[in-house]
């Protein structure tokens, strides 16, 4: 039997909202009908203690908590009882540029080594955001890092991909059980028949879009089936990183409606 997909809500729409009034973010999320909760900072113990209380009476689960450094955000999700957590980006400026080699990949694999090994000695799986701007950002960049990085997890961004002018399906094709987490969002762009990720102005030319309103080609209900093919036992955390027709609250519902109309 496929697994049950958990469905979470990114908090990054409310633009730093979920700082000053977490009680009132996290109400809106749950009020949306969602599973868990994505984006809470704790700079210490005692504030993730109060933020997990809060969610914990609404019914939401704190997914991928951040936290000041690695290994305090490593213990924060152990804490919580995650099995996978997000390290620092490889960012592409510090490692070939545009177009990295196969050396500059096998760097960038070295370069966040140690801070693997340091997840893994907690149990948890570290992922790497796909994510522009970063050594992936595309199915092809995954298959290199991931091959030069062996104890290396990914979050899979369907909207990235897309913004870099690939398609999602093939990394989960190739890579499903290196998969520790999702960041499932839509992208739209002015024109689709030319948007071009380096020659275009994301943010201007292409933007991330309500869930079923983007352009680009996302079949949203394949990757949705394809992780339940897989047994994919992670979090699926709907992303939008600006609203762009509803208010934050509105946008989580929205989103989270269309997934239902989807049988998610």
Not at 15 to 36: H, T
Not at 74 to 103: H, M, V, W, Y
Not at 107 to 119: F, G, K, N, T, Y
Not at 231 to 253: F, I, L, M
Request: proline residues 4%.
């Amino acid at each position: 039997m496929a697994a049950k997909l958990r469905i979470a809500c990114h908090l990054i729409q409310w633009r730093g909202e979920q700082n000053e009034n977490p009680e009132k973010v996290a109400r809106e999320v749950a009020d949306a009908g969602y599973d868990g909760i994505e984006g809470f900072q704790a700079k210490t113990a005692d504030e993730l203690v109060k933020l997990a209380t809060i969610t914990g009476k609404l019914g939401l689960h704190i997914v991928n908590a951040g936290a000041p450094t690695p290994d305090e955000r490593f213990r924060f999700n152990l804490t919580l009882g995650n099995k996978a957590t997000e390290i620092p980006a490889c960012r592409r400026d510090q490692f070939g540029g545009k177009s990295p080699t196969d050396a500059d990949f096998q760097r960038a694999a070295e370069s966040i080594r140690e801070v693997c090994a340091l997840a893994k000695s907690y149990g948890l799986k570290p992922f790497h955001h796909a994510h522009l701007n970063t050594m992936i950002e595309t199915p092809k960049d995954a298959d290199k890092l991931l091959a030069y990085a062996p104890d290396l997890y990914l979050l899979f961004d369907t909207g990235h991909m897309l913004a870099a002018n690939s398609n999602p399906l093939d990394a989960l094709r190739a890579h499903g059980s290196r998969i520790a987490h999702v960041h499932l969002k839509d992208t739209r762009a002015k024109d689709p028949a030319t948007w071009n990720r380096w020659t275009g102005k994301f943010g201007q030319d292409a933007w991330f879009e309500e869930l079923g309103k983007g352009n680009l080609g996302l079949d949203i209900k394949a990757v949705l089936r394809g992780l339940e093919d897989i047994g994919y036992d992670g979090w699926v955390s709907v992303e939008q990183d600006r609203c762009t027709a509803h208010n934050p609250a509105e946008t989580a519902k929205v989103n989270r409606d269309y997934l239902r109309s989807l049988g998610y």
